[in-house]
Nanobody
Framework: VQLVESGGASVQTGGSLTLSCLAS?????????AGWFRRAPGKEREAVAS????????FYADSVKGRFTISSDGVKNSVLLQMNRLNPGDTAVYYC???????????????????????WGQGTQVTVSI
């Protein structure tokens, strides 16, 4: 299993970006949980958004709810993160990650637990300037 992120860039406040996580070694149509996490300078890694293929639920951090959308693209075998109305607080390295197996009926706290995720990408930098 390999995950490769792309799409990070420098944008101004209010701008938009779409991050892509190209998956290999499994199909985005399989049974799994995918998540986007980020680490800002001097801060701990935090969960941004996740979805479970088992029950189709999506979860978002309060700080991005209404601005970010997580989805999958079966044609490109990718997990996407559409980010709108970006602000300097969104500046971070963004990582995608997945885990397999139990993927339905778990709550937000569990699905945002980064220790559950077994495969990680290398990260892509997002910088938002004023």
């Amino acid at each position: 299993v390999q995950l490769v992120e792309s799409g990070g860039a420098s944008v101004q406040t209010g701008g938009s970006l779409t991050l892509s996580c190209l998956a290999s070694g499994f199909s985005v149509d399989d049974n799994y949980v995918a998540g986007w996490f980020r680490r800002a300078p001097g801060k701990e890694r935090e969960a941004v958004a996740s979805f479970s293929t088992g029950d189709g639920r999506k979860f978002y951090a309060d700080s991005v709810k209404g601005r970010f959308t997580i989805s999958s693209d079966g044609v490109k075998n990718s997990v996407l993160l559409q980010m709108n109305r970006l602000n300097p607080g969104d500046t971070a390295v963004y990582y995608c990650a997945v885990f397999f197996g139990l993927s339905s009926g778990i709550g937000k706290r569990a699905i945002f637990d980064s220790d559950r995720y077994t495969n990680w990408g290398q990260g892509t930098q997002v910088t938002v300037s004023i």
